[in-house]
């Protein structure tokens, strides 16, 4: 299969899921074939500017993902982004690109993936302030959690058990 980038038009992206439903055809349905197809679908669905669908199909794929042990989740949480971001919710979409650049680990054959984010942040205005008040909310709910899981990690940390 020819490998698409976040800047595949809808040729060669429609042309890859066509590959790799033939594949699943082929082969059989694996775990991993079947998530490949809903990011790929996704991706598609977003192409034609089927934004509500899209992000239905993307947010299958990252529970699919959960469900299934799929660790390799970083793209479908970018193209999630990018559909939260179409629908006019830039602040969400920022967040969303912050924690993704926040929470990985990237190496270098993540630089696409990074600079894809990073290209985002060209269609942000006052990039700075949102930025700020990011890290204040990031701040404020890790010294301030809502959830039972992260306030006995707050405690735990503190405790240095």
């Known amino acids: 299969m020819k490998k698409i ?11 890859s899921l066509m590959d790799c439903l033939s594949q699943i055809k082929k082969e059989g349905e694996t775990k ?6 809903l990011l790929k679908y996704g991706r598609v669905l977003f192409l034609k500017n089927k934004i509500e669908k899209a992000y239905q199909t993307f947010q299958q794929g990252a529970v699919y993902a959960m ?3 799929i660790t390799e989740v970083k793209e479908i949480y970018f193209w999630t982004a990018r559909c939260i971001e179409e629908t006019g919710d830039k ?3 920022l967040g969303n690109y912050l924690m993704l650049l926040e929470n990985n680990q990237y190496s270098e054959n993540d630089s696409e ?7 985002r942040f060209n269609f942000f205005t006052d990039l700075e302030d949102k930025i700020r008040d ?3 909310k990031r701040d404020e709910a890790l010294k301030n959690p809502k959830d039972l899981l992260s306030k006995l990690n707050k405690f735990l940390k503190e405790k240095k058990i």
Do not use: C, P, R, W
């Not at 991993?32 to 197809?37: A, D, I």
């Open 5 to 15: 980038t976040y800047q595949s038009d809808l040729n060669e992206i429609g042309n």
């Open 32 to 37: 991993e074939l079947k998530f490949e197809m």
């Open 67 to 69: 469900e299934n042990n």
């Open 91 to 93: 602040n969400i979409a």
């Open 113 to 119: 993936f990074v600079d894809a984010i990073l290209d």
């Open 134 to 136: 990011y890290k204040l």
